[in-house]
């Protein structure tokens, strides 16, 4: 399994302003992803980051808007540049547990931009 | 493409009840298949899981056989609490590519006592 951590677990934001998520893994693991869920949604991935090499952005999300970090096996970090309402969402950071299929999810971190 | 498809909610039910929530999916190779549940105010947790046809996951008394021939996943419990309560997303996964988790719309379940 992978215990999955997340910072911080909600904020109330400003629009315009920025705000890192930070995600910290128990063990080393290669890929890492983060998703979005927006209120009533279905969960929608962002990008994969694996350590050494940038993230691969899905349709619709860009590095600009998105930029992530992952200076190491066990953490990452997601920012949201320049917020706006429609970014309110949780956002969920997940990896894979060390030799398996399965895949963990952090709690979640809750932003409300006003 | 990959999709999945969940059957709409919400759905309520009294507590005892038979539940069945339907999933089917569409893959262009052979995915493994997933339930997610997400209870109030919580992050998602792994419910159960099938790798392969005909293989039936199960945890919690919930239960979700994979059906290649029909593409389903439909998730079932023979008995639920309001404990049960949350939301339920069916999920698949590439065994190939790029292997991320496409999630249905996900389905609100309520139990009544």
């Known amino acids: 399994s992978a215990v999955i951590s997340q910072k911080p677990s909600r904020d109330i934001c400003q629009r315009g302003t920025s705000l890192t998520i930070q995600c910290q893994v128990d063990?080393?693991?290669?890929?890492m992803f983060w998703y979005r869920q927006q209120p009533g949604q279905s969960l929608t991935l962002i990008a994969t980051?694996?350590?050494?090499?940038?993230?691969?952005?899905e349709s619709g999300f860009v590095i600009d808007k998105f930029p992530i970090s992952r200076p190491n096996l066990t953490f990452s970090t997601l920012t949201v540049s320049n917020m706006s309402p429609e970014d309110s969402s949780i956002y969920l950071c997940?990896?894979?547990?060390?030799?398996?299929?399965?895949?963990?999810f952090g709690p979640g971190t809750r932003l409300t931009v006003t | 493409g990959n999709s999945v498809t969940q059957m709409e909610g919400p759905v309520t039910l009294s507590e005892e009840a038979f539940l069945t929530i339907n999933c089917t999916y569409t893959?262009?190779?052979?995915?493994?298949l997933f339930w997610y549940v997400q209870y109030p105010g919580e992050g998602l947790q792994l419910l159960l899981k099938?790798?392969?046809?005909?293989d039936k996951g199960s945890n919690k008394g919930f239960e979700a056989t994979y059906r290649k021939e029909t593409t389903s996943f439909h998730l079932e419990k023979g008995s639920v609490q309001v404990s049960d309560s949350a939301v339920y997303f069916c999920?698949?996964?590439?065994?190939?590519?790029?292997?991320?988790?496409?999630f249905g719309q996900g389905t609100r379940l309520t139990i009544n006592p």
């Open positions: 997940s990896t894979y547990g060390t030799g398996s299929y399965e895949q963990y």
């Open positions: 063990s080393q693991v290669t890929m």
């Open positions: 980051a694996n350590q050494g090499s940038e993230a691969t952005y």
């Open positions: 893959a262009t190779g052979y995915p493994s």
């Open positions: 099938a790798t392969k046809a005909d």
């Open positions: 999920a698949l996964r590439l065994i190939q590519g790029a292997q991320k988790l496409v």
